[in-house]
């Protein structure tokens, strides 16, 4: 089993500096997240930690504590400034809100957010709860294979794993994974495919059962300069385009809203004691995301889009009776 320390470290580093309301001194962030380091082992993992935190778009902001006395800088990331902005997400922003949003769905996750909270307000913090209503998911990434992908990104642990389309006899494959991006409306992994001995992509939903792991954590580096999200819109095959009528209860459904190409307000809706928004989107491959925003999405068309929700509705439903 890949392990996720990594992965968990920088969610909760993440959480901790979002919902205090004033900037935090290292020093509670080490009692908090690092016990037990060195003072050196500390300063270089901390670093690292914003750096990545960064890397993802992830305003982490340093200011100080004390505006009388210079001496000791703090850390904050505001949430207005991580709520922003509020505009059509392109590919790669797309592929973060969505990283965050899985990750906040794991069950190991979903424990730390509670002992970082925790944490803080026993330090005498105070803390905005209500903040980490950003980062809740509401962008889908329902592959079971999601998981052991990102976490096999974050410790660079190669996998082995079974892929092929419907209908076709899996295959193994054997990958270094260099991340875990969303394009055209579905989530790749990208890495170097170590059968083939080149850079590859594979979609996430064609994965047979679980991912294995192929060799030891921090047994691989990424080549330096690599761009995962352009190297999947350079090899990952791109869907045909098929636009999409979704309507969304007035003030909801930011998610589908941000994507719109046209929104036509306040048009006849599938419930009359609501107000409904007629959004016009240049794609179709939406079920996931109409899906995360439950009862205030409703598809018009196509009935391609319309069918897999309901599909996978039912599959829900199937599973949990």
């Known amino acids: 089993m890949v392990t996720a320390d990594k992965t968990e470290r920088l969610m909760k580093l993440l959480i901790m500096l979002l919902v205090q309301r004033h900037f935090v001194d290292k020093g509670r962030v080490r009692d908090a997240l690092y016990p037990g380091l060195s003072d050196d082992a500390f300063e270089k993992k901390f670093e690292r930690d914003k750096e990545e935190l960064r890397s993802l778009g992830v305003p982490v902001e340093v200011g100080q504590i004390d505006p009388f006395f210079g001496d000791e800088p703090g850390y904050r990331i505001r949430a207005d400034e991580f709520a922003l902005p509020e505009i059509r997400l392109d590919a790669d922003e797309a592929s973060v809100v969505g990283l965050a949003g899985k990750v906040w769905e ?8 509670t002992e970082a909270v925790r944490k803080l307000a026993a330090q005498g913090v105070d803390v905005d709860p209500g ?5 809740q998911p509401r962008i889908g990434a329902e592959e079971p294979s999601f998981i052991a992908f990102w976490e096999a990104t ?11 389309r419907t209908g076709e006899q899996p295959a193994t494959r ?9 394009f055209s409306g579905r989530w790749y992994v990208v890495g170097h495919d170590t059968d083939r001995d080149a850079e590859r992509v594979f979609r996430l ?6 991912p294995r792991t192929d060799g030891e954590p921090g047994s691989f580096s990424v080549p330096e300069g690599t761009d995962v999200a352009a190297t999947a819109r350079r090899l990952a095959p791109s ?35 609501s107000r409904w928004d007629r959004l016009v989107l240049a794609r179709a491959d ?4 109409v899906l995360a925003h439950g009862e205030d999405a409703y598809v018009v068309s196509p009935d391609s889009l319309r069918r897999d929700v309901v599909a996978r509705l ?3 439903v199937g599973e949990a009776s």
């Open 106 to 113: 794991h069950a190991r996750l979903a424990e730390a957010t």
């Open 131 to 135: 903040a980490l209503d950003l980062v």
């Open 154 to 164: 974050a410790t660079r642990t190669p996998l082995a794993f079974d892929y092929g």
């Open 174 to 182: 054997h990958l270094q994974p260099w991340g875990v991006v969303r």
């Open 205 to 210: 939903s064609r994965v047979v059962g679980e």
């Open 239 to 273: 869907a045909p385009a098929e636009p999409a009528e979704v309507l969304v209860r007035e003030g909801a459904g930011h998610g589908l809203r941000r994507m719109a190409e046209q929104v036509e307000p306040c048009v006849p809706g599938p419930d009359e004691r």
């Open 286 to 289: 939406l079920a996931g995301e």
């Open 314 to 316: 039912r599959a829900v």
